[in-house]
């Protein structure tokens, strides 16, 4: 039998040392997850696998022993992977928002506007969840934020232990697979595609995502009102007394009514151009996106004041004819900057009023716009030159960490002990990122050499059902190993043996990562490991205590009551995850912004390159 190094031939031996050597690969992988039910750190575990399992191949004639000189190499091209720098970059600006009280203003803002209907204030967090998503990229300061903010509120008027801790602790992990998600950065560079394409690949499902939670939300709500009830009037402190609503179904109906066109002449509407004629075609889409926009709308204008809500409309109409300028047209790079181009021109609007003191905003309008401004501003900072190919993912994180920097100072919190905090759990984070990583190179290296990446492969590639079969297969082992190991340990440990066959099937990459990802999301949820559940855990309420504003005696959060809040959204994520195979254009509108290469066009120059035959004449020369 030849294994490792090709140039080496072993005697066959025979008995248990034969089957050994033959199975070497599978038992190599039973043990590294002996040492993880053991309790052993996962960067440990992995080295010493490797580094005994090396050993072991050496004394049983497996390859040789300067086979292992190959070590260091392996360690120091880990070091100077420069996609891996983004880590520590997008982990320290998250840290300084955090820690600056941007999430605090926000939840503060945000609640006041959704908190006059039911649920108002679970949509609130899942809005400032996927907006911390965007800005921060870490679930740990995302779950913990939310948490000390937004729990105690929701409590004190009478939400539903179990959905407000499973609503804070699933909007927190956004930050997995919005960008710029650290797992994503990983997930790249495991399997050796750019970072810019998962980023744009993983947006579109992410907001997805936060949609489904505002409909499970919404479900909740109108089964179950008293589980969700809305802000009583006194708590609406940024109101002013003299305020109406808006007229929302005016409002709604106008604002449905121009989307609905741009929706039934625009790019979406051409993908069912072949079932129906043209005209048809567009009359079915502008019906069809009305009655939905409708309803969104006009329950949107009822959560705002008139003057917030003609504002915002005159700013995505503005930007939506700005974008029809450029050569944008859809996509995640679309949604971004038709995005800061619309809070852009509302906050011109906003310092106008503010400045000139027109009256035309309200206390609470003006206040939505202020405060959403900067982490949105930061959003196209960092995502926006990402997207559109100004700079790399590590550039953009060096300028989101100046930008939150920025943003601190602004605020007039940064101080000496938050910029210490900050860059000490950067350190810490960053280490723990690059010792796994280490660890699973020593590991790969004796496992490659035994042919065990040949042995997943042929394992995998057998499957019976093809691609489909090799999806479910995956996302099922990827789901229960979620319920032992985090993302960090999946992303180093699975996503190298996997890669290979799925690339060997003719899946992309992208897709398969962004799948994996929304998978992996489940490895915070799953009861009893998940680690935004012991995130969340740790700043719960665990004895009674008098709430500071009501003087009310409150009962704890109990650790069942997050478990089952976590459940619903368990399978919310699960659902994500058969959208993003069914529907791959989900994540593959990555490619409409790249060269597509025709395969034809590229053989007929390889052709025209290629020497004529030998019995063809010299071709003719034209002066």
Known sequence: MLVGLPDLAVAAPAGFEAWFIHNMAPIMFAALVVFL??????????????????????????????????????????????????????????LILERSGMAEDLLDTIGQVFGSIRGGLAYAVIFVGALLAATTGVVAASVISMGLISLPIMLRYGYDRRVATGVIAASGTLAQIIPPSLVLIVMADQLNRSVGDMYTGAFLPGLILSCLYASYIFLVSTFFPTATPGLPLDAQ??????????????????????????????????????????????????LASFVLLYFVLSGAARLLTPSLFIVLAIAIAASILLMAETTVKFGADYVVLAMSATVGLAFVVAVINRVFRLGLLSRLAEQVVFVMVPPLALIFLVLGTIFIGVATPTEGGAMGSVGALLLAIGRGRLKFDLLRQAT????????????????????????????????????????????????????????????FLDYFELAFIIIPLLGPAADKLGIDLIWFGVILAVNMQTSFMHPPFGFALFFLRSVAPKVPYLDRVTGIRMEPVTTGQIYWGAVPFVFIQLIMVALVVIFPGLVTHYKSGGVQLDSGAVQQQFDNLSPPPSDMPPPALKF
């Open 37 to 94: 039910l053991l309790g052993y750190p996962v960067a440990f575990a992995l080295a010493a696998n490797g580094l005994i399992f090396g050993l072991i191949g050496i004394e049983l004639g497996l390859f040789r022993v300067d086979f292992l000189q190959a070590l260091p190499e392996r360690v120091y091209g880990t070091m100077n992977n420069e996609v891996l720098l983004a880590v520590p970059f997008f982990t320290f600006m998250g």
């Open 237 to 286: 402190t940024l109101r002013d007394p003299n305020e109406r609503a808006a007229p929302s179904r005016i409002l709604g109906a106008i604002a449905a009514a121009g989307l609905a066109f741009l929706i039934a002449t625009g790019n979406i509407a051409a993908t069912t151009a072949d079932l129906l004629p043209g005209a048809a075609n567009m009359a079915a889409w502008g």
């Open 424 to 483: 000490y759990s950067t350190a810490k984070l960053s280490a723990f990122v690059l010792f796994i990583l280490i660890g699973a190179r020593v590991f790969s290296l004796t496992f490659y050499g035994v042919d065990g990446h040949r042995w997943v492969e042929e394992l995998l590639v057998s499957l019976p059902g093809g691609q489909t079969g090799f999806l479910i297969a995956v996302n099922a082992l990827v789901f229960v190993l979620a319920f």
